[in-house]
């Protein structure tokens, strides 16, 4: 079982459509979550931050993280054709930076 | 604040040669990352570089790759033989720090294809 599963997609919805992107771990340990977006043939870039339970904002970006469901989403709202990339979740145990991957979901967000 | 830079950004070789692959992390930072992306995967830490020590470098497959960070700043990544498993996307990524909440920076990255 790897310690990190996302459903890799494709995604494909259409211009103003919400969008949730979805990870499960195994590790407990694990206490720091991310989501990073890559555009084609460029390098993840970081979009959110997190690390205890709960909801965070950001502009259109909503971070949620279930520890006890071991279970984290990134919402997209009002998304846009801009937003068509692939999205990876990382995550990482406390006092070391080993980032975890997952597979990445590539979401295609059609005018 | 400029960025990760890697080069060369594409690469192709036939099995069993050698290629190496550079990499300058962003000015100021300790530490320094190789990732293996093999296409419809997440990264993969090869190998953790703090200052000009390594860290980590327990997924580095060491029979025929090695790195280096001279100075504590660049950093180099070698295959030698390469084999066709190798085809990839070698992301070199740099940090303040190790721990914590800080936060890693990607480069381009070089796509490598061993034929």
């Known amino acids: 079982q790897k310690e990190v599963e996302q459903d890799p997609g494709p995604l494909s919805v259409p211009e103003g459509a919400i969008v949730s992107l979805n990870c499960t771990y195994s590790n407990s340990a694990f206490q720091y979550f991310m989501w990073y977006r890559q555009y084609s043939r460029k390098g993840p870039e970081l979009l959110m931050y997190?690390?205890?339970?709960g909801n965070k904002e950001d502009g259109r970006f909503t971070a949620q993280v279930d520890k006890s469901s071991k279970y984290i989403s990134l919402f997209i709202r009002d998304s846009q054709p801009s937003d068509s990339a692939t999205y990876l979740c990382a995550m990482k145990p406390g006092g070391y930076n080993k980032l975890i991957f997952g597979a990445g979901t590539r979401l295609a967000v059609h005018p | 604040e400029a960025g990760v830079a890697q080069s060369p950004r594409y690469k192709i070789i036939e099995k069993r040669q050698s290629v190496a692959f550079w990499c300058n992390p962003i000015s100021g930072h300790a530490t320094l990352y190789w990732y293996q992306q093999i296409l419809g995967q997440g990264p993969k830490l090869l190998i953790q570089f703090q200052n000009n020590g390594v860290v980590d470098d327990s997924q580095l497959p060491k029979d025929r790759f090695s790195a280096e960070r001279l100075k504590g700043v660049d950093s180099t990544l070698k295959i030698q033989p390469a084999k066709l498993e190798d085809s990839a996307v070698y992301l070199c990524?740099?940090?303040?720090?190790?721990?914590?909440?800080?936060?890693?920076?990607f480069g381009p990255g070089t796509r490598l294809t061993v034929l």
């Open positions: 997190t690390y205890s339970s």
């Open positions: 990524a740099s940090s303040l720090l190790a721990v914590g909440t800080d936060t890693q920076y």
